[in-house]
């Protein structure tokens, strides 16, 4: 999937959170890495606060702060760039294992 990014500006592209439907609740998912970072930027992890949109059910919106993977471009590019990100995946309590999950970003900066 590709995400879009105004040129110059810090732009959150991916949360990267876990939560209760229950309670609300935000768990924050852990061992976040920026594996490879963009060519024609940065990308890092930042906090922001956002109204949880309807596809939440009763918890739509709450704000709420969770992490975000943000990216920014550099100077004045424009076009296409890509990073990768990975996170500890827990697995099942049956398997007792958790392992590196990657996920490549693609970014279109305008």
């Given at each position: ?31 976040v890495r ?35 993977v943000v ?19 827990h697995a ?19």
């Open positions: 999937m590709t995400r879009s990014a105004a040129r110059g500006k810090a732009t959150p592209m991916e949360p990267l959170f876990a939560w209760t439907r229950e309670t609300c609740a935000i768990y924050p998912v852990q061992n920026i594996e490879q970072q963009p060519q024609h930027g940065t990308a890092s992890i930042a906090t922001v606060n956002v109204k949880l949109p309807a596809s939440f059910g009763v918890c739509a919106g709450t704000n709420v702060d969770m992490p975000w990216y920014q471009s550099a100077g004045t590019f424009s076009g296409a760039d890509h990073f990768t990100v990975s996170w500890v995946s099942t309590v049956l398997e007792n294992t958790s392992r590196y999950q990657f996920y490549d970003v693609a970014v279109t900066v305008r």
